[in-house]
């Protein structure tokens, strides 16, 4: 098999063909249910975090162990070079003199496209700013793969803080290329921003907008539950908007047997811990698949053969 | 009236044509940030074979390549540029949007990285007959043309 991730930069979610997320979703397969090998035996992995972050800094490192490899880096900007001034060029062009990769968070949008100009190895983003997550897209395409058994036809409700979130932004990109019925369920000040509907509608999806929850819960696979962030909304008006958001066990009566319920978390109140008993509780999974996604990747990007791929 | 009469003919420069009237001092100071030293006489609301008013910038001295010329292409997508030699029209050109404007404007997003970093800023242009579009090639958001037109 010849592996089109081999040394390539992940940055964007757009920067990944279709048989490129389905390649990453058999791996984190394969290594979920017989282990990993190790794909990065003897290979230093750099892990630098311009902004801390709990779920993705350390999901990144126990993949990185798991395959073997070995780690160097900071978990918070506050205390690197950067501090004094260095700029993230100079950062850069020094880690990847020692490193074999680049896993990197930063909080501002486009630091991780101006690293992998920068670096002579690999550049996985790890967020920058509000714009790209696709480690989390990924995870969240393994884990509905996972529940699912597919991919293809889904219908997918997205809920909550469709504005700010670039999970439900680079998830809506990558799930799209699958030929899904999205529902979008959000207060009218944080609805889809219109360059997601346009490139939504270029793709030729189909989606629509609902007017409660409840109305979208018996019609879709996978329910995308997110947070509505209270600083968006004076405290009368957040208790108002949020409490249309929450997703309680009772309200999910007319599910499907089969339909997940999905969160990016850390979660709030948005779904009542009552769900969390249900078959249809999926999130704790989800975060866990944060590992095998992010195994995949690493073994995919540093190596040119994978054995597990050729047996499939 | 003549036009010749509002502006004086060049020897040797460029002669930006057409240009909708209102824009000319937008690109005047383009042109000027580029090249602050640059002999420009100017033509503003003068009256147009076509329709209404147009302004016109004549550049003494300085041969605009297309490159240049994309540069104002924002202000004025249907200008013309006339290069000229010995008095003379030796080029004519419509100014036209190019596929990528680069180290020309700074990213509209504040939070951007190439605010931060010593590096070129990039934009890829995206024209429907709706609308321009420029997306910048770091922090990936696509933007109205009428945030840079200042």
Known sequence: MVNPLFRKNIVSISDLSKSDLELIVNLATIFKSQGPSPYLANRVIASCFFEASTRTRLSFETAVQRLGGSLIGFSDGANTSTKKGETLTDSIHMISSYADAIIMRHPREGAARLASEVATVPVINGGDGANQHPSQTLLDLFSIYECQGRLENLSVAFVGDLKYGRTVH??????????????????????????????????????????????????????????????????????????????????????????????????????????????????????????????????????????????? | ????????????????????????????????????????????NLPSKGSGLKDIIKVEGWLFSEQDAAEMALYAPHATVNIIEAYKVVKKFPIGLPAEFTGIFPCPNTNCISHAEPVATRFSVTETPEKVQLRCHFCERSFADSLFKH
């Not at chain 1, 799930?175 to 609805?191: D, I, S």
């Not at chain 1, 540093?302 to 047996?311: D, V, Y």
Request: glycine share 4%; hydrophobic share 45%; aromatic share 8%.
């Open chain 2, 1 to 44: 009236m003549r036009e010749t009469m509002a502006v004086e003919a060049i020897e040797t420069g460029t002669v930006i044509d057409h240009i909708p009237a209102g824009q000319g001092l937008n690109i005047l100071a383009r042109i000027q940030k580029r090249n602050a030293q640059a002999r420009l006489t100017v033509g503003l």
């Open chain 1, 170 to 312: 680079s998830l809506a990109q990558a799930l799209g290329r699958f030929n899904p019925t999205f529902y979008f369920v959000a207060p009218e000040v944080l609805k889809m921003p219109s360059y997601i509907e346009q490139s939504l509608n270029e793709q030729g999806v189909a989606f629509e907008y609902l007017d409660s929850l409840d109305a979208a819960i018996e019609k879709v696979d996978i329910l995308y539950m997110t947070r509505v962030q209270k600083e968006r909304f004076d405290p009368t008006e957040y208790m108002h908007i949020a409490s249309q958001y929450v997703l309680t066990a009772d309200m999910l009566n007319p599910a499907k047997s089969t339909m997940k319920v999905m969160h990016p978390l850390p979660r709030v109140d948005e779904i009542h811990p009552d769900v969390d008993a249900t078959s249809h509780a999926y999130y704790f999974q989800q975060a866990e698949n944060g590992v095998y996604a992010r195994e995949a990747l690493l073994a995919l990007v540093m190596n040119e053969n994978i054995q597990e791929l050729n047996n499939a």
